[in-house]
C-alpha cells in the first residue's frame, strides 16, 4: 500500500475512491465500474503532475525522507554485482548505518559505499537511521585505502540526515572520523563519484561526497543542517521549517545552479518511490557518465580536479 505525504492527501482520496469501486467491481460479476475507475485514474495522474509540477523546498524535502524511497541496499541490488560487503573499522566495531565492499559496475570493478537507513522499525533501528558513528566513516576511509592501492573507483551513495550525535559517537570522536573522511576522499588518486539518493545532510554527507563529481536526484536535497534544525536555533521554533527549507537553498536546482553540484538525476512524476525502478536506471546512466568523465585522467589529475573543485566552490557561487 502505498504511503501518502501531507501534500498528497487529495490524491490518496482519488486513487483510494478509484481501489474502492474495484474492489466492488470484484465482489459483484454484475457491476461494471471500468470507465468510472478510467475516469478516476486520469483524474489522479493529472492531480499528480501538478502536484510534483513545481514542488517547494520543504515538500523536496518529505519526498527525499519518503520511507519507500529506494535505499542504498537497493541501488547496490541492483546496479551492481558481485557485490562482497567488507565490514568493521579495525577499530572498534561495524556501523550498520554505513555498508560497501568491492563489486562490479558495467562489469568494471570498483569500491561502492553509501549510508542505509533502513526500510522497517527492525531495520531503521539497526541501521541507526542512516546517522553513522565515527566507526562508520572510518570503515569507509578504509574502504577508500583499498579502492587507491587496487586503483578502482570509489562510488558513494549518500542518504542520511547527518552523523549521529551521541554521547557515545562523540567520546569516540565523530568530528574526527568525518573529518578524516572528507580528507581521504580528497586524497585518493582514483575516479571519485558521488550521488545524492536522499538526504545529504552536514558533514555526515560531505564525508562521502567530497567528489570529482556529485550528483543529485531531482528530489533529494543537500545542506548543512535540517529545516527543522535550522529552524530551531534561527527561529527558535521547529514549526519554521519551510521558511528554513526556502532559505537553505538545499534543492538540487539550487545547487546545481551554485556549482555545488554538477548533475541533477531526473525523476519520474511522482519520485523515486513511484518508479524506483526508472530512478536506479537513471541513476546507473549517471554514474556511467561521470565515470566516463573521469576516465582519462591520471591520478595527479584527479586528484587536483577534486582539489580544485571544492577551492573554487565559493568564488563559482558567488558569481552565479
Known sequence: ??????????????????????????QSEDMDVTDE?????AKAVSLLDDLYKDLTPWRKCQVARHPERPHCVDYIEALFTEYTPLAGDRNFADDHAVMGGLARFEDRPVVVIGHEKGNDTK????RNFGMAR???????????????????????????????????????????????STEKCLQIGVPLVSVVIGEGGSGGAVAFATANRVAMLEHSVYSVISPEGCASILWKDAEKMREAAEALRLTAQDLKQLNVIDRIIPESVGGAHRHPEATMAA?????????????????????????????DLGSKGLAA
Open 1 to 26: 500500500m502505498t504511503q501518502y505525504l501531507e501534500f498528497e492527501k487529495p490524491l490518496a482520496e482519488i486513487e483510494g475512491k478509484a481501489e474502492e469501486l474495484r474492489a466492488l467491481a470484484r
Open 123 to 126: 531495520s531503521r533501528i539497526e
Open 37 to 41: 475507475a478510467a475516469a478516476l485514474d
Open 134 to 180: 565515527p566507526e562508520g566513516y572510518r570503515k569507509a576511509i578504509r574502504l577508500m585505502d583499498i579502492a587507491d592501492r587496487f586503483g578502482l573507483p570509489v562510488i558513494t551513495l549518500v542518504d542520511t540526515p547527518g552523523a549521529y550525535p551521541g554521547k557515545g559517537a562523540e567520546e569516540r570522536g565523530q568530528s574526527e572520523a568525518i573529518a578524516r
Open 283 to 311: 541513476v546507473s546512466s549517471a554514474i556511467a557518465a561521470m565515470l566516463q568523465d573521469l576516465d582519462a585522467k591520471d591520478r595527479a589529475a584527479l586528484i587536483s580536479d577534486r582539489r580544485n573543485k571544492f577551492l
